[in-house]
């Protein structure tokens, strides 16, 4: 679709038609048909659009054109003129369209549409390279023009179009002698399309349609203002075109549209002030312009696609660069989560899981099981927010991997308040794994010895430890949220032993104290003596309370005779919440 200003259209044809196409071309709607040996026909779009043999063409209409019935000698010699110029900078006349009541101009068009389109595409990236080649190709063109005596008298910018290869053309020229030489009327220029019109044209309506070399030069400068500022003439004044039009025709004071020395090299505009001079005379030749402007760019080529080209490789390395940069960020968020779910999971069971591949179940002979329990937890959260219970164990716990991290060992899971670490699996460490598990026990119940509660700081927090050595087998449980599983009665007795032992006491089963005595490392155990596991019977048991070399303290167990080592007693709770838990045991029926 073409936009209200724009003169020319898509891809560049290449013709070599004869100076007069007349009933030799078939317009479709809407527009009747006519045979021939040669076809034209519109789009849909747009119907200023054509094609013509396969290739695209512009119909430039003239106004009134339903009122010509044949092309007189005049008209023909002129356009002949006009069709036998050939210059890169402009664009090529090709014939002349009379039928179905229109008197038409045939010329090649654009890719790029006019050079108005381009500067109002805020996609299109312009530097100052890019925007001196189309200003040189426009100087180019018009210096063509001056060389052989012929006035453009419309130059703007819409009257400039682009092709394929970022050329730019100049269009239209000498268009209102061919007018005047078929006797066409046209209507008066509105007040939007006078802002490249010269003072002195706009003061005498006979000059400003035969034009002037000088009013060429002004247009130029206008254009200029454009391309350099990006914008539509004098936009800067936020006026009117009525009034610009006016304040330019009766000066004082001189009205010119104001650009900034920052968007081009001062010579530059030094050049385009010149050129708008109100004085006709003062204003330099295009041979003078092309002189000036070759020194601003220190006689360096202005071509575009050179320019693309050095734009493109410049963006290339940028990309390589950019491209380099997201790939070690995503090199380290891909660590990040590499280390988040070895976390959750043992690392070869991760790499197992991420390529696919099935994790088989896994038997694991020699493995030391740590099992630790809050006591008194169910009263705790009676006692406490929800919230205030998430801190505790949240707290609680961060202190626990803390200290897990120094020993070789694994956490399987945590499930409320109890806490789960096992040693020899999933890394096969031989007979270290009860020496690993019992030297982290010792050091958990060193710290709990010292942890508070935030919101309850003067009820102590007291753990019961159970260990037990033996086998198991590991496995990956679940395809949504899998889990790392131990099963096995090992689990189960060291589950029992955690279940049977007292606060500030590390209950260990024969199994691990034979395996610890084996390795001759000096620690200390002390008999419980028989002691009822569900499930298993009666049996001996120890406490582990220390090594040779361990000299950290360790909590005072209480005295727990004729109490529940799975409680708090009423004296232990703070008097500020004890109130309220009595009462909330009488809610309960306690």
Known sequence: MKSPNREY???????????????????????????????????????????????WVWLKKCPNGEKVTSINDATKTIFNKLRDMRHENLNLYLGLFMDSEIFAIVTEHCTRGSLEDLLGNSEMRLDWMFKSSLLMDLIRGMKYLH??????????????????????????????????????????????????TAPELLRDTAKERKGSFQGDVYSFAIIMQEIISRSSPFCMLDMPAHE???????????????????????????????????????????????????????????????SMLRMLEQYSSNLEDLIRERTEELEV?????????AQMLPRSVAHALKTGKPVQPEHFPDVTLYFSDIVGFTTISALSQPIEVVDLLNDLYTLFDAIIGEHDVYKVET?????????????????????EVANMSLDILHSIGAFTMRHMPDLKVRIRIGLHSGT?????????????????????????????????????NQTTVDILHSLKLGYKVELRGRTE??????????????????????????????????????????????QQFLERQKMMGF
């Open 9 to 55: 259209f898509l891809t560049r044809t290449k013709l070599n038609e004869e100076s007069v196409l007349k009933s030799m071309l078939d317009v479709k709607t809407p527009y009747r048909s006519v045979s021939g040996r040669s076809y034209i026909h519109s789009t849909p779009e747009n119907s200023n659009t054509a094609l013509y043999e396969g290739d």
């Open 147 to 196: 060389n052989r005596s012929i006035i453009h008298a419309r130059l703007k910018s819409r009257n400039c179009v682009v092709d394929g290869r970022f050329v730019l053309k100049v269009t239209e020229y000498a268009f209102n002698d061919i007018m005047d030489a078929q006797n066409m009327v046209t209507a008066v220029n509105r007040p939007e399309d006078q802002l490249w």
């Open 244 to 306: 610009i039009i006016e304040k330019v025709r009766s000066p004082p004071p001189l009205c010119r549209p104001c650009v900034s020395v920052d968007e081009a090299p001062v010579e530059c505009i030094q050049i385009m002030k010149q050129c708008w001079s109100e004085e006709p005379d003062r204003r330099p030749t295009f041979e003078e312009i092309f002189s000036q402007f070759k020194n601003v760019n220190k006689g360096k080529k202005t071509n575009i696609i050179d």
């Open 333 to 341: 968020e891909r660590q990040k989560t590499d280390k988040l779910l």
């Open 415 to 435: 499930i409320g308040d109890a806490y789960m670490v096992a040693s020899g699996v999933p890394n096969r460490n031989g007979k270290r794994h009860a020496a």
């Open 472 to 508: 198991v087998v590991a496995g990956v449980v679940g395809l949504t949220m899998p889990r790392y599983c131990l099963f096995g009665d090992t689990v189960n007795t060291a589950s029992r032993m955690e279940s049977t032992g007292l606060p500030y006491r590390i209950h260990v």
């Open 533 to 578: 596991l569900k499930g298993k019977g009666v049996e001996d048991t120890y406490w582990l309370v220390g090594r040779d070399g361990f000299n950290k303290p360790l909590p005072i167990p209480p005295d727990m005779s004729g109490k529940s080592s799975h409680g708090i007693s009423l004296d232990e709770i703070p008097a500020d919440r004890r």
